[in-house]
């Protein structure tokens, strides 16, 4: 079992910057891959992006791209979403997930957290 707490979402401006955390529990945080997910309201769940258990590689969606920077402290088991040149279309709540894939379905992924708020103002 893993529990997932997302923090560091809040309001930001068009063009900041925010940085989101996921701390997890459990000792097999590192055998696991991590993905951010963002949910709009009215619209379905979709992938931000992944990391390899091991940090090596990730995947993003071509919306955040090279905006967005996923990484991972397996020693803090805790894993990062960097978001840069943020837009209003940002806006969503933010799930941390994990599993043993790094897909972007969110089917694949075994355990979620509770999501933290991100509002970006034009």
């Known amino acids: 079992q893993v529990q997932l707490v997302e923090s560091g979402g809040g309001l930001e401006q068009a063009g900041g910057s925010l940085r989101l955390s996921c701390a997890a529990s459990g000792r097999a945080f590192s055998r696991y891959a991590m993905g951010w997910f963002r949910q709009a309201p009215g619209k379905e769940r979709e992938f931000v992006a992944s990391i390899t258990w091991g940090g090596r590689t990730t995947y993003y969606a071509d919306s955040v791209k090279g905006r967005f920077t996923i990484s991972r402290d397996n020693a803090k088991n805790t894993v990062y979403l960097e978001m840069n040149s943020l837009k209003p279309e940002d806006t969503a709540l933010y799930y941390c997930?994990?599993?043993?894939?790094?897909?972007?379905?969110?089917?694949?992924?075994?355990?979620w957290g509770q999501g933290t708020q991100v509002t970006v103002s034009s």
């Open positions: 997930a994990c599993g043993f894939s790094t897909s972007s379905s969110a089917e694949l992924y075994d355990y």
